[in-house]
């Protein structure tokens, strides 16, 4: 069953720890992205990876850190000195061909408590 | 830096009316463009994408775009909603060069009513 898995769905973290959140893709995609939605303000991109080893910094990258050491996985940590982390968390991927589109994964939702 | 609008917030429409969701947009160069439809706490669902050719572009759903250059526009619409496209959608665009960021617009909410 292939596809791109986010977990946990839901995430609850007190203030001032950091947290992971998990992206695994078994698409064989080359190309990973990570986008913060907020209501009204529609997905803005925070990182993003074209190959193993190597990515960059999105939109509002501040707050956040990546890693890419294997391609099915892109784990996106949100640290405390990201100010306003509640929000929903989407992960993407995709072939790099041109023409392709991004699958998305269901999303994790960060709460603050 | 490629930019993507959507000057509609929310777009009422009866059930069986037509239906046309806004997207304007911004890039250097030749375009890349999607549309996407989200439903409450999940994923996006890719339905439709210009790359090159007919301007028209069909997708799931019965869902259709036109692209119009000159316009730098590529709005959604359906001849006929259910109310069951309530939902919120999204449009894209990449870049054809570099990295090919994709950036996406605030999203308009769609209510179909019976």
């Known amino acids: 069953d292939g596809g791109i898995t986010q977990s946990p769905k839901y995430l609850f973290r007190k203030e001032g720890q950091n947290v992971t959140l998990s992206c695994e893709q078994n698409l064989n995609h080359d190309a990973m992205y990570w986008y913060r939605q907020d209501p009204g303000q529609g997905l803005r991109l925070i990182y993003y990876?074209?190959?193993?080893?190597?990515?960059q910094k999105g939109d509002i990258a501040e707050g956040y850190s990546v890693s890419r050491e294997k391609k099915e996985s892109f784990p996106l940590t949100v640290t405390s000195a990201q100010k306003n982390p509640t929000a929903f968390y989407l992960c993407a991927s995709r072939p790099t061909r041109l023409n392709t589109e991004a699958f998305f994964g269901q999303g994790t939702r960060l709460t603050v408590v | 830096a490629q930019s993507v609008a959507q000057p509609e917030d929310q777009v009422n429409v009866a059930e069986g009316n037509p239906l046309t969701v806004k997207c304007t947009y911004s890039v250097s160069g030749n375009p890349y463009l999607f549309w996407y439809v989200q439903y409450p706490n999940r994923g996006l669902q890719f339905l439709l994408k210009?790359?090159?050719?007919?301007?028209l572009v069909k997708g799931s759903y019965g869902f259709e775009a036109e692209f119009n250059k000159s316009q730098t526009s590529f709005h959604l619409k359906k001849p006929s909603a259910l109310v069951s496209d309530s939902a919120l959608y999204f449009c894209a665009v990449r870049e054809n060069t570099g990295f090919q960021k994709l950036v996406f617009g605030t999203g308009t909410r769609l209510l179909v009513s019976p």
């Open positions: 990876s074209q190959i193993v080893n190597d990515f």
């Open positions: 210009y790359i090159t050719g007919d301007n």
